[in-house]
C-alpha cells in the first residue's frame, strides 16, 4: 500500500474518533456548534474527481490490446472492444468494491430510438451498418412495419430506456458476455446501435486506476445526436489524450492528424487536456526482409553488437518512427498543438509484452514505461487527496480546539467577527475589480470578432465556400444534404474529419478570443500565473497575519483558513466546468441560429438543388449575420458574468456562515481537549511534505 493511502487512512480514523466524541457530546454542549461541526465532518467524505485519458485510434489499432497489456491482463478487452463500432462511448475504470470484472451498459431512451428511426436514410452508411447489426444483412430490404414483426425488434424494446449490469468473476467469461453490446456483425444481434454508453470496471488494479478512467473516442459521428454530445462532453473531460496508430502506418495516417486537428480547441480553450501522447503499436509485427527493402538498407546497416535481425530491424523502425512523429510537431501547421500541450511518443508492442520467448526485453515493449506514466499520475492524484483531506481535517480540529483556550480575553465574539467581515468586504471588492479587468479584455476580443465575421461572410457567385477535402472539389449533393440535416457538422464515413459548417462560421470569433481566454482559463493552474481567474480566486486571502499559534485566535484563524482554501478547491473544479460551456457557448448559439436554415436546405430534392441548398445557406448567413454573431458574443459576456457572481456570492455567503457558526458557541460549554490530534494531523502533513 503506497505511504499516502497509510496516512489518509490514519487521518480519516482519527476524524472518524472524533466524530463519535462530537456525537456524544450532543446532548450536554451548544447542540447548534456540535451539529456544525458534524456537518463538516461529513463533508471530508466528499468524492474526488477522477482524471480521464481519452483514446483516439481507428478500430483494428490495437486500443484493446493496449490497455489489456497495461493491465497486465491478457484477455482482459475481447478484440475490437476500443472501436469496433463508431458510436458507443465505452470507458474503463477500476472496481475498487470486490473482485468482479463489471459492465454498466446504459440504453438510448424510447424517444430517442423513435427520433432515430424517423431520421433513418437507407442511402446513409452509418444507417445501414446500424440496421444490419441490430437485424442481419436482410434489415437493408425490410420496410419499418416488417422490421418490427421480428423477434429482435421486441428484444430492442425491452432494452430501451434501462440499464444493464454485467458481473463476472472470469475476465473470459466476462469478455463473451459484453461482445454483443459492441462488437458489429451483419448477423444481427448486435445491440451497440442502441447503447448510449459502457463503463467496464476492472478489479485489482488500484495502483493503476483508482482515480483514473479511461474513455474510448471513436474516430467517426454517429447520426445519434444524443451519443455525439456525449462524445464531445467526454471529449473535453480529457486531462490527457492517447493517439494510437499502428507503426506501420504512424507515419502516413491521416485520420488521428484529422481528428486532432479538429478536436485541438475543445482539448484545449474549451477543455483541460494537458498532455497529447502519440502511441505507435504492434511494434513486434516485423518482416525483416520486407523492411531493409523498404528502408534501402543493408542487414549491416541495422546490426551491431546483436545478431537478432528482426530486434534490430524493430529497435530501427521505432526509433524512425518516433524520429518522424516528432519531426512533425515541430512543422509550422503544429504550432499550436506543440504549444498548448505536452507531447511524449511511445512505441509499444502488446503481444510481444506477453509473449515470454519475444525477442523483445519487456522495457523495449514501452508497456513499463506507459505503465509508469499512468501510475505516476494515479499517485499524484492521490498524494492531494490525501493532503486535501488532512489539511481540512486539521482546520476542523482546530475549530473544536479554539473553544477550549480563553486566554484572550480582550477579543470579543463581535470584534473577531466585524474585523473578519470588514476584510472579507475589503478582499471582495478587490478581486470584483480584477474580474472586471477580464471581462473588459473579453468584451473588446469579442467586439472584434463580431466586425471580422460579419465582414468575411458576404455573398459570392458561387455562394459559401464549404471546407472540404483537398482532393474534393466540391461536395456531392447527399454529402450536403447529411450537413444541413444534422444542423451544420457531418462526418461522412472513412473522412478522417468532419465538414462543420458551424465552426467555419465562428472561426474568426475564436481567433480573436483564443489567446487571451487561454491566459484567463489556463489548463494547467500553474501556468501564466498573474491573468487567471484562477490566479485571482488563489490570492484571495482574508488574513494578512497568522496568530501566535499557542492562541484560541490562531486555531480560529486555521479553521477560517482551511473553509476558504476548501472554497478554492470547490470554486477551481466550477471554473474549469464553467469555462468549457463559455468556450462553447459561440459555437452551440451560431448553430442553433442557423438551425432553421439547415432544415430549409435539407428539404431540397430534384434538378438543380445542391444549388439551392447553398443558396439557402448564403441567404440565412446574410439575414442574420449582424444578429448572430453579437448574440454569441453576449452568451459569452453573460455566462462570465454569472461565473464572476457565483464565485463572489459563494466566497461572501460561506465564509460568513463559518464565521458565524465557529463563534456561535457560548462560553460557559467546554468540549474536549484535540491538541494530541492537531499533533498527529500535522506529523502527517509534514510527512506528506517531505
Excluded at 17 to 23: A, F, P, R, T
Excluded at 214 to 221: A, K, R, S, W, Y
Aim: aromatic residues 6%; glycine residues 4%.
Amino acid at each position: 500500500m503506497a505511504e499516502q493511502d497509510i496516512d489518509l487512512r490514519k487521518a480519516m480514523l482519527i476524524m472518524q474518533g472524533i466524530n463519535v466524541e462530537v456525537e456524544n457530546t450532543k446532548s450536554t454542549s451548544d447542540g447548534k456548534t456540535a451539529l456544525y461541526i458534524s456537518e463538516q465532518i461529513s463533508k471530508l467524505e466528499k468524492a474526488k474527481k477522477k482524471a480521464t485519458i481519452g483514446i483516439l485510434g481507428r478500430t483494428g489499432e490495437g486500443k484493446s490490446s493496449l490497455l489489456n497489456a497495461i493491465m497486465e491482463k491478457e484477455n482482459l478487452l475481447p478484440p475490437g472492444c476500443f472501436g469496433a463500432c463508431t458510436c458507443v462511448i465505452t470507458q474503463v475504470e477500476a472496481n475498487l468494491h470486490d473482485s468482479n470484472y463489471i459492465a454498466e451498459i446504459e440504453f438510448i431512451s424510447e424517444e430517442e430510438w423513435n427520433n432515430l428511426i424517423a431520421s433513418f436514410d437507407k442511402t446513409d452508411e452509418t444507417c445501414q451498418d446500424m440496421m444490419t447489426a441490430l437485424f442481419g444483412a436482410d434489415a437493408e430490404d425490410m420496410t419499418l412495419e416488417e422490421l418490427k414483426k421480428k423477434d429482435d425488434y421486441a428484444k430492442l424494446e425491452r432494452l430501451l430506456s434501462t440499464k444493464k449490469i454485467i458481473s463476472e468473476r472470469s475476465s473470459s467469461t466476462f469478455a463473451n458476455e459484453i461482445t454483443c453490446y459492441i462488437i458489429h456483425s451483419d448477423e444481427g444481434g448486435c445491440y451497440w446501435p442502441i447503447v448510449k454508453s459502457m463503463t467496464i470496471k476492472i478489479p485489482n488494479c488500484q495502483d493503476l486506476l483508482e482515480h483514473i478512467i479511461f474513455v474510448d473516442l471513436p474516430g467517426t459521428e454517429d447520426c445519434n445526436k444524443i451519443r455525439d454530445n456525449l462524445w464531445k462532453s467526454k471529449l473535453r473531460e480529457c486531462s490527457a489524450v492517447w493517439i494510437v496508430s499502428d507503426i506501420k502506418r504512424a507515419k502516413s495516417d491521416r485520420d488521428p492528424w484529422g481528428i486532432l486537428d479538429h478536436c485541438l480547441e475543445d482539448l484545449g480553450p474549451g477543455g483541460e487536456c494537458k498532455h497529447i501522447n502519440f502511441i505507435c503499436t504492434k511494434t513486434d509485427d516485423m518482416k525483416p526482409a520486407e523492411y531493409l527493402r523498404s528502408e534501402r538498407l543493408a542487414e549491416e546497416d541495422i546490426l551491431r553488437d546483436s545478431q537478432d535481425l528482426n530486434k534490430q530491424c524493430i529497435l530501427h523502425r521505432n526509433k524512425r518512427a518516433k524520429d518522424a512523429i516528432n519531426k512533425k510537431l515541430k512543422n509550422e501547421s503544429c504550432k499550436d498543438l506543440k504549444e498548448r500541450f505536452i507531447t511524449e511518443v511511445f512505441t509499444v508492442s502488446s503481444t510481444a509484452y506477453f509473449d515470454k520467448k519475444s525477442n523483445l526485453k519487456p522495457a523495449e515493449t514501452e508497456i513499463p514505461r506507459l505503465q509508469n506514466v499512468i501510475r505516476s499520475l494515479n499517485k499524484s492524484i492521490s498524494e492531494k487527496i490525501c493532503r486535501d483531506y488532512i489539511n481540512e481535517a486539521k482546520g476542523i480540529l482546530s475549530l473544536i480546539q479554539s473553544f477550549q483556550l480563553d486566554e484572550d480575553k480582550k477579543m470579543t465574539k463581535k470584534g473577531v467577527q466585524t474585523k473578519l467581515e470588514k476584510s472579507l468586504e475589503k478582499k471582495l471588492k478587490i478581486l470584483d475589480g480584477q474580474f472586471d479587468s477580464l471581462y473588459e479584455i473579453l468584451e473588446q476580443c469579442l467586439s472584434k470578432g463580431v466586425e471580422e465575421s460579419v465582414k468575411s461572410f458576404v455573398k459570392t457567385k458561387r455562394g459559401v465556400i464549404l471546407p472540404v477535402r483537398p482532393e474534393k472539389n466540391n461536395l456531392c449533393y447527399n454529402t450536403y444534404q447529411a450537413m444541413c440535416r444534422k444542423n451544420g457538422c457531418h462526418w461522412p464515413k472513412n473522412w478522417n474529419e468532419p465538414i462543420d459548417f458551424n465552426k467555419s462560421l465562428t472561426k474568426h470569433m475564436y481567433d480573436n478570443i483564443n489567446a487571451e481566454f487561454e491566459l484567463m482559463f489556463p489548463v494547467d493552474a500553474n501556468d501564466k500565473k498573474g491573468k487567471s481567474m484562477q490566479d485571482y480566486l488563489d490570492k484571495f486571502n482574508i488574513f494578512q497575519r497568522v496568530s501566535p499559534s499557542a492562541s484560541m485566535q490562531y486555531h480560529f484563524e486555521n479553521f477560517i483558513k482551511t473553509q476558504e482554501s476548501n472554497l478554492k478547491i470547490l470554486l477551481s473544479t466550477h471554473i474549469v466546468e464553467k469555462k468549457k460551456e463559455i468556450y462553447l457557448c459561440i459555437y452551440t448559439t451560431i448553430q442553433k441560429k442557423m438551425t432553421p436554415g439547415y432544415k430549409k436546405a435539407a428539404e431540397e430534392k430534384g434538378e438543380g438543388c445542391l444549388m439551392m441548398m447553398e443558396k439557402i445557406i448564403t441567404n440565412t448567413i446574410e439575414e442574420l449575420k449582424p444578429q448572430m454573431f453579437n448574440e454569441a458574443k453576449d452568451e459569452v459576456l453573460k455566462m462570465f458574468k454569472n461565473l464572476k457572481l457565483h464565485i463572489m456570492t459563494t466566497l461572501e455567503s460561506e465564509l460568513k456562515r463559518s464565521v458565524e457558526n465557529s463563534l456561535s458557541k457560548t462560553s460557559e460549554t467546554t468540549m474536549f481537549d484535540v491538541s494530541k490530534e492537531i499533533q498527529e494531523l500535522e506529523g502527517l502533513s509534514q510527512h506528506l511534505s517531505n
